[in-house]
């Protein structure tokens, strides 16, 4: 599973097709919740060095500069949650957090949201970048909010992967020390984080490969339908 989850990080971080949605409540379903984050953690942190590598010269500099302040709250405010709630109640708060991304990316996806400009007021970065540290935080699951916003903001492609994979290489090494502090990042979770370097890799090339050749659409309708599955598993398993 950790293998699968490996090669998922690195091919999501070059091809932005929204498979960490999946891998997120997979890899909390088999360990505790808080060591699940702070196990996956890691991961992220050396597949963005893939993604900011491959996509380095399309970042959006000036919507990161808007982001990242407000993102900066969200990240004590999940901080806050992670040391307050215990592994039975994070269970069902990562499941939450998924299903309300799946949500938020149906609304995005569907006939209502394109007939209906997201706004793009300074409101709305505040509001972005509030729930993108918060979620990315508490369950590694900010991905939906980005593309909301970056979507929001109608980039190219280029600058759409480019500027999501700096903003999340940033965030996540800002989210190192915290958890080392919680305990969810330990020694022994590194050792293995590092043994998985070469499936991310393995996944960061397939991304590069793949990235022109996958149809979206279908994809991540998958990808969502196995993902609320396993958020709804967690969910319930918090109540067991």
């Known amino acids: ?28 379903g088999i360990m505790p919740a808080k060591q699940s984050v702070g196990f996956i953690l890691p991961m992220l ?29 969200g990240l004590a405010l999940g901080y806050g949650v992670l040391d307050r709630v215990a592994d039975k109640t994070l269970w069902p708060i990562i499941g939450g957090v998924i299903l309300a991304m799946i949500a938020v990316t149906a609304w995005r996806n569907s006939r209502f949201a394109r007939d209906r400009p997201v706004p793009t007021y300074w409101w709305f970065a505040a509001l972005m970048g509030l729930l993108a540290g918060v979620t990315t ?18 980039l190219d492609k ?29 020694k022994a979770s590194l050792a293995t984080d590092l043994l998985l370097l070469p499936a991310i890799l393995v996944g960061g090339l397939l991304g590069i490969v793949l990235v022109h050749r996958i149809s979206r659409r279908g994809f991540n309708l998958v990808v ?12 319930l398993k918090g109540l067991w």
């Open 137 to 154: 935080m508490v369950a590694n699951a900010a991905g939906p909010v980005m593309v909301i916003y970056l979507l929001a903001m109608r």
């Open 45 to 73: 942190c050396l597949a963005d060095v893939l993604a900011i590598g491959y996509w380095r010269r399309h970042a959006n500099w000036s919507l990161l500069a808007r982001l990242i302040p407000w993102c900066l709250a």
């Open 158 to 186: 280029n600058q759409f992967i480019g500027t999501q994979a700096w903003f999340f290489w940033m965030v996540n090494l800002l989210k190192i020390v915290p958890q080392i502090h919680l305990g969810m990042i330990t």
């Open 224 to 235: 969502n339908l196995l993902a609320a599955a396993a958020a709804i598993h967690l969910c």
């Open 1 to 28: 599973m950790v293998v699968a989850a490996a090669v998922s990080i690195g091919f999501n971080k070059t091809s932005s097709l929204g498979v960490t949605i999946l891998f997120v409540p997979l890899v909390a």
